[in-house]
């Protein structure tokens, strides 16, 4: 069966099956040599996109996005949004792990990919070979991904390029942990948000999402804790309305 | 693929949350989950669902000679399978002590409480018996495999038909369905296995533990009962110590459930029995409702909110105070204030994205650590970006004011091998871009809100059950 070729303009906001080829519109020389600072040059190959001969290469199905040239993604950018469960370690991405082993120099962290990442205990901010971070197993640590490729084992940081740690290490002893797909973090994660807004407006809390599905929340107690929980759980299988609905019924009570 | 370790704070949450009684699906302590039986079109197949918790039940049965040593019973087979589907844990081919666990405890239940007459399999004795093979598939691990593998195995030989056979003289016949309609197996009694999850060396106990209570619970007791409240079979593990009230308490809750389970099995085979009669559509897909999409969908949770009411003043009044070092807070709603810059989210290429000297980052981000508490001091105008020359000043460090040495101090481990080639021009531009970047920085790939809501109903993936009750 001859894979499906269209244009990749034509195809925004529809569903995309693996094996279509997105055409691009051919550069003209002129545009190819003009490469100013900031003006169009590269276009972005996101999530589910390869690059082959005639344009991009569908490899997951899902929708299809477009971003239009300018600020991070210089030249637009194509992407494709699917739905998984299951995480694989990407480059950059910022993800909840949970140690399972020290060995010397090095934690092993639990990341819920096929591989267990890697941890130098000098990736901390502040920390030297005499002060050392105190890391139990079963701690959960917030850190992101340095090195995360199919032929190697992922290894993860805790610290910036700078040097400072900006938001990440070892998460509190408190609240409780739990996975959700990776649509709906992506979801939550992107700026203003309402679900999180919404639910601010109910009770205060503390939140970490990792990339890895995984999210961390403390409330004041185990019952606004579980309440926040199963509402976020739940808002995968809620339109808007029927959230909106529930958490009035909330804070109606 | 190894199994999610629990981390410590689940535990604790988990161990506090009991003790408060509370659980995290919102039932009660002795609340099973909902159940469903389904059939296939063959007889003896059945899906059984405990929640999430899903068993395949199969029985076939086959001609054989007998065992030697009892030349008129028919021999019963059991075989529990643990699919690679059910759990990241479960690895095909691996005899673990669940495995053998399961195996024992369905073969005790089914084979020593004699709920299937082996008499009446018999077709020539010494030569002739049916061999009747039970097979149990866990396609999905949520908890209590345990329950929902003894219920899928006693529906499945309820459900079961065999051939019909005839003996004149010397001459057995066996009819296909087609000729003799296929006969129901003996059934006595339904035994059915009910766990209880014990907490805190024996102060709590759970009914039906779900998968997460099973990572942190002490021990499990499992007791096999009929409704004729007979015990087939009663069987502790953990190394729990347990009292004899405790035992019998549990036992009368086991009478009960059983009891509810029975009846609810007892419908679902007279329905199915009724539907095949009438002449009507039967079988999984039958089961599945149309036009709609079932994989995303999940039970109203019933949680309690009694109670959680509390005012913004009481909040304050009763919080501890701040920590010293602050950020500029942003406001968004009256009650929320963001601390923290955000982080960036972006998929591909991050070297590409900051080589460019692209323009200013415009919008708000979601601070992926992200702290809701209202700020009594400093409550400053909302500032959303921070000003190049500033230092950007983050709550977990000691010092107020961070101090970025020369560039070429900075550890270059960090960054991927390509950057190390730049020049110093380049660098300190980044480095001021990067402070930027630190600051709000919109997700490079990130779902749009508003259409994934409102837009796809039928779609493949995008949603829309209802799911939340309180």
Known sequence: MAAGRAEAEACVGQVVLPGDVLLLPARTDEERLRLGAGAGGRLLCGPGLRRCAAGLLVTKCGLLRHRQAGGAAAGGAYWVDSQQKRYVPVKGDYVIGIVTAKAGDVFKLDVGGSEQASLSYLAFEGTTKRNRPNVQVGDLIYGRFLVANKDMEPEMVCIDGNGRSSGMGIIGQDGFLFKVSLGLIRKLLAPKCEIIQELSQLYPFELVLGMNGRIWIKAKTVQQTLIIVNILEACEYMTAEQRKQALAKLSGN | ?470
């Open chain 2, 1 to 470: 693929m190894k199994a999610t370790p629990v981390s410590n704070c689940e535990r604790r949450f988990l161990l506090r949350a009991i003790e408060e009684r509370k659980r995290l699906d919102g039932r009660q302590c002795y609340d099973y989950r909902n159940v469903r039986i389904s059939f296939g079109t063959d007889y003896g197949c059945c899906i059984v669902e405990l929640g999430k918790t899903r068993v395949l039940g199969q029985v076939s049965c086959e001609l054989v000679p007998p065992k030697p040593n009892r030349p008129t019973e028919g021999i019963l087979f059991f075989n529990v399978e643990l699919s690679p589907m059910a759990a990241p844990g479960f690895e095909p081919g691996r005899q673990s002590d669940l495995l053998v666990k399961l195996n024992r405890l369905i073969e005790r239940c089914l084979r020593n409480s004699k709920c299937v007459d082996t008499e009446s399999l018999c077709v020539v004795a010494g030569e002739k018996v049916w061999q009747i093979r039970l097979d149990l598939h866990v396609l999905n691990h949520d908890g209590n495999i345990i329950d929902a593998a003894s219920i899928a195995g006693i529906v499945a030989l309820c459900h079961f038909r065999r051939p019909d056979v005839s003996v004149q003289g010397e001459e057995v016949t066996v009819y296909t369905p087609e000729e003799r309609d296929p006969v129901p197996l003996s059934i006595h009694h339904m035994p059915i296995c009910v766990s209880f999850a014990f907490f805190q060396q024996g102060t709590y106990l759970l009914v039906d533990p779900s998968e997460r209570e099973e990572c942190v619970m002490d021990g499990v007791l499992v007791i096999a009962m009929n409704k004729h409240r007979e015990i087939c079979t009663i069987q502790s593990s953990g190394g729990i110590m347990l009292v004899k009230d405790q035992v019998l308490r549990c036992s009368k809750i086991t009478a009960v459930k059983v009891a509810e389970m029975t009846e609810l099995i007892q419908k679902a085979l007279e329905n199915d029995q009724k539907v095949r009669k009438e002449g009507g559509k039967f079988g999984f897909a039958e089961s599945i409702p149309n036009q709609k999409i079932t994989a995303f969908k999940m039970g109203s949770a019933a949680v309690d909110t009694n109670n959680v009411e509390e005012q913004a003043e009481e909040i304050i009044a009763k919080a501890d105070p701040p920590s010293e070092v602050f950020a500029k807070p942003i406001l968004h709603t009256p009650g929320t204030a963001q601390i923290g810059e955000g982080i960036e989210n972006s998929w591909g290429d991050l070297e590409e994205s900051e080589r460019e000297e692209a323009a200013e980052e415009e919008g708000e981000s979601e601070a992926t650590a992200f702290e809701c508490q209202t700020v009594e001091t400093e409550e400053t105008s909302t500032m959303s970006e921070t000003k190049k020359d500033e230092p950007i000043v983050l709550s977990d460090s000691e010092e107020e004011e961070v101090v970025i040495l020369e560039p070429q101090e900075l550890p270059k481990k960090t960054r991927a091998p390509a950057s190390c080639s730049r020049n110093h021009n380049r660098w300190k531009r980044r480095r001021r871009k990067e402070s930027r970047n630190l600051s709000p920085a919109n997700p490079l790939f990130y779902s749009d809100p508003d259409v994934n809501d409102t837009e796809y109903s039928c779609g493949p993936a995008w949603v829309s059950c209802p799911g939340f009750n309180c």
